[in-house]
């Protein structure tokens, strides 16, 4: 919990807020620093596999701070499905699959300004979803994405309650 008397701390939201979330809405952290020195410049922790449902409300985050995304770069073995492009408030973003496993999403606005993004599986505790996107956005951070889930533990599903 934050209050005036330590305004460094990160506000975190309660765990009841994580499970409640449905899909379609975006659970995003990002560092928005003039410098970029970390590897990553945010995270996004999505509560499904289903792109279509996920993906608008991210860009639609995204562009309220960014301005215009035109591209979005995603792993396609960390996906049910993906389209070529997605329309999202009458706008096209094209959509660019690999097969890395890099655990991450690029995003790309403009021609080539580029920002990379954790992804943190939908499964993911909701305690290590926030150390692993709160050590994501660190402007000093310079550990791989792969390397904070498992730092995190959020490379591993949450055990059954």
């Known amino acids: ?19 409640s979330v449905k899909p379609g809405t975006a659970l995003l952290r990002l560092e928005t620093t003039h410098a970029r020195e970390g590897i990553l410049d945010g995270a996004w922790w999505p509560r499904t596999r289903d792109i279509g449902a996920e993906l608008p409300s991210l860009i639609i985050a995204l562009t309220e701070y960014l301005g215009p995304v035109t591209r979005v770069g995603l792993d396609s073995s960390a996906w049910d499905e993906l389209p070529t492009r997605v329309m999202v408030d009458g706008r096209v973003v094209h959509i660019d699959s690999f097969p890395v496993g890099d655990d991450t999403v690029l995003i790309t606005r403009g021609d080539r300004d580029h920002f990379s993004l954790l992804l943190v599986p939908p499964d993911t505790s909701p305690d290590a979803a926030r150390a692993a996107m709160a050590r994501a956005v660190r402007a000093d951070n310079v550990t791989e994405a792969h390397q904070i889930l498992i730092d995190t533990g959020s490379d591993t599903p949450p055990t059954p309650s």
């Open 1 to 19: 919990m934050t209050d005036s008397s330590t305004p460094d701390l990160p506000r975190l939201l309660p765990d009841a807020v994580h499970r």
